[in-house]
């Protein structure tokens, strides 16, 4: 069975991605730091699932541990590094077939106090995987991308072939990672997709992003911050239909490519934070403030391109998904430590 690594498989998209490989009969090698940027027991519990499965391993791991990468790409992962039973470690010793990138550092404002963090961890961090992965048995590089990378941009929708012109540093991460993916797939022959997502939301939702974080405030009782007026709008995409076009374009390698993946439904803040209230039965206060360095005023993604080539077709709208998010985050204790 194809033997695919996810790397920030614990993470919010990464550990909806593994179950579902799980569920096509991949093997999964799921490589996460388990990094305290929020509390590694909530990553842990995102893969619990997943770790009831035997084909399924994970490593604790950072990707800037080139010792470490070499050794899963090859097969040989280092003694001590892999999680779970001894006696499952015999199907893991295949070298990895593909890999699903998703470990980075995100966030726009955060980005612009840390710029050498994201540097490192975005930019080094992929470089040296891609470094790695060229010299094994990798048919394929899926790398997580971002709507950020095209800044303000021109005329809505987005396409790929806008040029990227990246206002924050994470955005100006991403667009680097992407450059250094296009010169090894040609240099190396090496196939590498850039999948740009564009506002992912649904159950797991990291709790700093801003969907979770409004939730959290209205049922404690507390004002909801909205940057700007509110005419701001995102491209709100629903995390299962995420993880079905990022299995799509695993299926299918072809030299470099970039595919935007969003909804192609644009919805303002202001609305947003209305259904978001109307799905939890709370009328929310709200506190407005100005505008944040970085930030961009509307993400639409052109996805012609996706359904074209690879069969992408998101099913979810916003009012199904923040129902699903709902449901979901009633049966979470609070984050501590997060405001």
């Known amino acids: ?88 470690a015999a199907r893991f010793r295949s070298p990895i077939d593909a890999v699903v990138h998703l470990a980075a550092l995100a966030g726009v404002r955060h980005s612009t106090e840390h710029p050498l963090d994201y540097v490192r961890v975005n930019v080094e961090g992929t470089a040296g995987f891609l470094g790695c992965a060229r010299r094994g048995s990798v048919s394929h590089f899926v790398l997580a991308s971002s709507s950020a990378v095209y800044g303000p941009g021109g005329n809505a929708p987005l396409r790929e072939s806008d040029p990227l012109r990246p206002v924050s540093v994470y955005g100006a991460s991403k667009a680097a990672a992407e450059m250094v993916g296009t010169a090894f797939s ?25 969907i979770h974080k409004f939730a959290r405030l209205m049922t404690r009782g507390e004002p909801v911050p909205v940057y700007g007026d509110g005419t701001s709008a995102r491209d709100y995409t629903y995390v299962g239909d995420i993880v079905d076009g990022i299995v799509k374009a695993l299926a299918r390698p072809d030299g470099f490519q970039a595919f935007n993946l969003g909804s192609a439904r644009p919805v303002r803040l202001g609305d947003l934070v209305e259904k978001l209230a109307g799905a939890l039965g709370i009328t929310p206060t709200i506190e407005h403030h100005p505008e944040q360095p970085g930030d961009v005023p509307v993400t639409w993604a052109d996805i012609s391109q996706a359904e074209a080539k690879l069969g992408y077709r998101p099913g979810t709208d916003l009012e199904e998904g923040l129902e699903r998010f709902v449901a979901w985050f009633r049966e979470q204790p609070l984050e501590p430590g997060v405001g």
Request: proline share 8%.
């Open 186 to 210: 040609h240099l190396y022959r090496l196939p590498v997709t850039a999948l740009r997502f564009f506002t992912v939301y649904g159950p797991r939702q990291k709790p700093d992003m801003a």
């Open 1 to 88: 069975m194809p033997h695919v690594l996810v790397t920030g498989g614990a993470g919010f998209i990464g550990s909806h991605l593994c179950e579902r490989l799980l569920l096509d009969g991949h093997l999964v090698t799921c490589l996460d730091s388990l990094d305290p940027y929020y509390s590694p027991s909530t990553k842990r519990a995102n893969i619990a699932s997943a770790s009831h499965n035997p084909n399924f391993r994970f490593v604790q791991g950072d990707i800037l541990d080139s010792e470490l990468v070499d050794g899963l790409l090859f097969g040989r992962p280092p003694d001590g590094r892999a999680g779970g039973e001894r006696r499952a």
